[in-house]
């Protein structure tokens, strides 16, 4: 049952930090790849092919990164960003429990509250 609380509550978008952490990331990868790339000056052979790969992957997976990050928090694709309908979908759902609230004390409140004694009252 805890599960079910926990998932209504997360909308599936990264957050702002999280975001910013995965452009961390990719920054340390090219920075990776950068280093890999200065030392490898003594490196002759197979071992160099080796290196011109991983700099190659590393360049790759790290800009990737950064360029799918910016975009999403360009967009307000995270928690609480322009993109987030479960913003909308929260307040719906609150507007139609005060509605269901207002229906219930009418329906189980006390006898001052229900509209047909208010309107003989009159």
């Known amino acids: 049952m805890a599960d079910k609380k926990t998932k209504k509550g997360r909308s599936g978008l990264p957050t702002q ?21 200065t030392g ?6 197979a071992e160099k092919i080796a290196f011109i ?4 992957i590393f360049v790759a997976v790290g800009a990737y990164i ?4 910016l975009r999403a928090m360009q967009r307000g694709e995270y ?5 987030d309908h479960r913003k ?5 759902e609150a507007d139609e429990n005060v509605k269901t609230s207002v229906t219930d004390r009418i329906r189980f409140g ?4 229900l509209p047909e004694k208010k309107e003989e009252e009159r």
């Open 17 to 37: 930090m999280g975001l910013t952490f995965r452009i961390i990331a990719g920054a340390y990868l090219m920075y990776l790849a950068y280093s890999i790339y």
């Open 110 to 113: 006390e006898e001052e509250t």
């Open 53 to 56: 790969g991983a700099i190659v």
């Open 79 to 83: 928690e609480g960003g322009a993109a």
């Open 88 to 92: 909308d979908a929260e307040e719906e």
């Open 66 to 69: 950064i360029v799918t990050s």
């Open 40 to 45: 490898s000056g003594e490196i002759v052979g």
